[in-house]
């Protein structure tokens, strides 16, 4: 089934991270804006992630590729409820590699002597280079992003086996650095008119294909595969990072900055999702129900038998029935929190009611020539209707009778959201940074540089314990 009104729970890396493990909106997981490579902390420990949840359930669980929750002492994955995990802490510009990939501004490869390591670049990580992980032990610095994916692949395909060896059902949350810079792919053929970008698409592709594949021959029918992204194109990437299609936020356009990542506007947070679930999920069917990251956690949990966490609420649903094809009612009201562009970072500030989006603050996020667009408050709401003009370009007619009709509406469900939030139990993130934090496999060497054998490779922290539904995400 394909999902065509689908959204992240933000539209940043930390926050729609933090959302989709924990089924909870940052104001009330704490996570409201990226963390760092010298952050101390991450998702609040005291928030409960959904691998912790269906470990507890049974499942083997792992994680693959990206993570951004925190990566210092109990923060790193392997203490978040996965048996298994390999990957890289953070994005993947977030430190040097010796083969940097296509960016916009390119990035030095790593320093190998230290006079070349004082040669900084603004937007450019030169001092550290970016680690690879497999459990809590550093196994590549700096990483080779070239074959980055197919590692991925073979450590996803090697988990599966593991699993299925093991009779345990399996959660595997794989977040793949597509399509985020630096992109590392061949250069296409002058012929090819998709580019750098339509070129990594084509890779990212393949990859879900052949973890599909693998699914597959382990019983077809066992496995759900629910793929999602994670926000919209990163527009100050220029050619880069994609296009924003229909949802181009023209409104902003015409004020200057992006309307895409990090932005409340619909390029930041609308993004492509399919489920696969042979038996289960009606093949080539097209919901138009309003759906979110936010709903993986309730949905897996209840249909792996388990029970949400206690003591706090969620902003997810169960949408099983969306899945089955049983119905196409999804939320009524969606929340889109700040995510960088402009109003404080968490804050929820724009909302969903059906077809009508309402912000009460806009901005735009930095766009490929440089400019951003200023915030701007409005009271009452800027008001869409998604069905008329999903380009969000003109706002409803405040003195319009279709205006009045709804706006008492929005402003009950916005007041109700609010008051839930404040009455819940929330939770606080760490932003706090210390160098030492900093993961570093040889801090003797110029950029923290090791490539070390499995076998010798350095151990960060000491684990008490490692243990080695098919759920597939």
Not at 426 to 449: I, M
Request: include cysteine; charged fraction near 15%; proline fraction near 7%.
């Amino acid at each position: 089934s394909r999902f065509v009104d689908f959204h992240s729970a933000a539209s940043t890396c930390s926050p729609s991270r933090a959302s989709l493990l924990t089924g909870r909106l940052g104001v009330r997981n704490g996570v409201t804006h990226n963390f760092a490579i010298t952050s101390v902390g991450g998702l609040p420990l005291n928030e409960t992630t959904l691998a912790e949840v269906l470990r507890e359930a049974g499942y083997s669980t792992g994680a693959i590729g990206k993570w951004h929750l925190g990566h210092h002492g109990r923060h790193h994955p392997s203490f978040r409820g996965f048996d298994y995990y390999f990957g890289i802490p953070y994005s993947h510009d977030m430190g040097c590699t010796d083969t940097p990939g296509y960016n916009v501004p390119p990035c030095p490869p790593c320093p190998r002597h230290v006079a070349a390591a004082r040669v900084a670049r603004k937007d450019c990580y030169t001092e550290v280079a970016l680690p690879l992980f497999e459990n809590v032990t550093i196994v590549q610095q700096p990483v080779n992003l070239s074959s980055l994916a197919a590692r991925y692949m073979e450590e996803a395909a090697r988990f599966i086996q593991r699993a299925s060896d093991s009779g345990r059902p399996f959660f595997l949350y794989l977040a793949l650095a597509h399509m985020h810079v630096p992109l590392e792919v061949p250069p296409p053929p002058p012929t090819s008119s998709r580019g750098i970008y339509g070129a990594s698409l084509s890779e990212m592709d393949a990859l879900v294909g052949q973890i599909k594949q693998v699914a597959d021959s382990h019983g077809k029918g066992n496995t759900l595969l629910w793929f999602a992204g994670d926000n919209g194109p990163w527009a100050q990437k220029c050619e880069l990072a994609g296009r924003l299609g229909p949802f181009v936020g023209a409104w902003q356009k015409q004020r200057g900055g992006s309307s895409a990542k990090q932005t409340t506007w619909e390029g930041g947070h609308r993004v492509p999702a399919l489920a696969y679930w042979p038996g289960h999920i009606p093949a080539k069917r097209t919901s138009h129900a309003l759906l979110s990251t936010l709903d993986i956690f309730p949905t897996l949990v209840a249909l792996a038998g388990a029970a949400l966490p206690p003591n706090r609420r969620f902003d997810g649903l169960d949408v099983s029935p969306v899945l089955f094809g049983w119905s196409d009612t999804g939320h009524k009201v969606l929340l889109h929190p700040n995510s960088g562009a402009a109003g404080k970072d968490g804050e929820i500030e724009t909302l969903r009611l059906a077809q009508y989006k309402a912000f009460y603050t806009t901005g735009g996020a930095m766009a490929c020539d440089g400019s951003t667009g200023s915030a701007e408050h409005h009271q009452p709401p800027l008001i869409f209707n998604l069905d008329h003009d999903i380009q969000e370009q003109e706002p409803l007619d405040v003195a319009s009778r279709e205006y009045q009709a709804v706006l008492p509406a929005i402003s009950m469900a916005y007041a109700q959201a609010l008051e839930d939030i404040a009455t819940d139990n929330v939770s606080v993130a760490d932003y706090s940074k210390d160098p030492a934090a900093t993961p570093c496999c040889n801090a003797q060497h110029v950029a923290c540089r090791c490539q070390a054998l499995r076998s010798h490779a350095a151990v960060l922290h000491r684990r008490t314990e490692i243990r080695a539904m098919q759920l597939c995400l």
